[in-house]
């Protein structure tokens, strides 16, 4: 396994403070050099996942190493997984990750306990410049998925959104804006369908 020394956690420590920021990331920054560091390093560990066996427990040890957190021993995931980073990933407890999902995860990703993500769901948190001069530099926004939330097939969840707890995000959805607790979103963009009764 790759091992993160000691000058590294304190450069992907800083890195996550920017992010939480929302800092701006020019396209001729030191932070925009990191982001590809960071997409190497995520490269390496997502190859391994991805073309061979791991038992539950390797997967585990794996995406603890991706995410350069302890990740919980309940959670789960079927693989192919891919992400640029990995390393601004949180996960709570019995959260499950179906195959195919695209993590796109510099400005921040937080799965909250017990939360299912569905084959092939994309979760974006950067925007690039709308001005064509600047179009690379990048704006970063953190996704938060409550707890128990369920998300289907095929969605993709916009920068800075927000799903709250007991969710629902029917398959194939475009989630533009922020879900709120036990409701039933679905379409594109994605609008709410009803609310859950417990």
Excluded at 43 to 58: A, D, M, S
Aim: proline content about 5%; charged content about 20%; overall charge negative.
């Amino acid at each position: 396994m790759l091992a993160l020394n000691s000058e590294m956690i304190m450069d992907i420590e800083k890195f996550r403070e920017l992010m939480a920021r929302r800092e701006y990331v020019d396209s001729s920054s030191e932070l925009f050099i990191m982001f590809h560091e960071l997409a190497q390093a995520a490269l390496k560990i997502t190859v391994e996942i991805n073309n061979k066996y791991h038992t539950p427990e390797e997967i585990v040890d794996l995406f603890s190493e991706l995410t350069g957190r302890r990740v919980p021993a309940t959670f789960r995931l079927f693989p192919p997984f891919y992400t640029e980073c990995g390393k601004n990933i949180i996960i709570g407890e019995n959260v499950f990750i179906n195959a195919c999902c695209r993590f796109q995860d510099q400005g921040g990703i937080m799965i909250g306990d017990g939360s299912l993500i569905g084959h092939n769901v994309t979760i974006a948190t950067l925007n690039h410049e709308l001005d064509p001069k600047n179009r690379a530099s990048i704006i970063p926004s953190p996704v938060k998925i409550g707890k128990n939330v369920w998300i289907g097939s095929d969605a993709t969840i916009l920068p800075g959104v927000e799903i709250g707890d007991g969710a629902v995000v029917g398959a194939g959805s475009v989630v533009t804006k922020s879900v709120p607790n036990n409701t039933v979103v679905a379409g594109n963009p994605a609008g709410i369908i009803r609310k859950i009764e417990s």
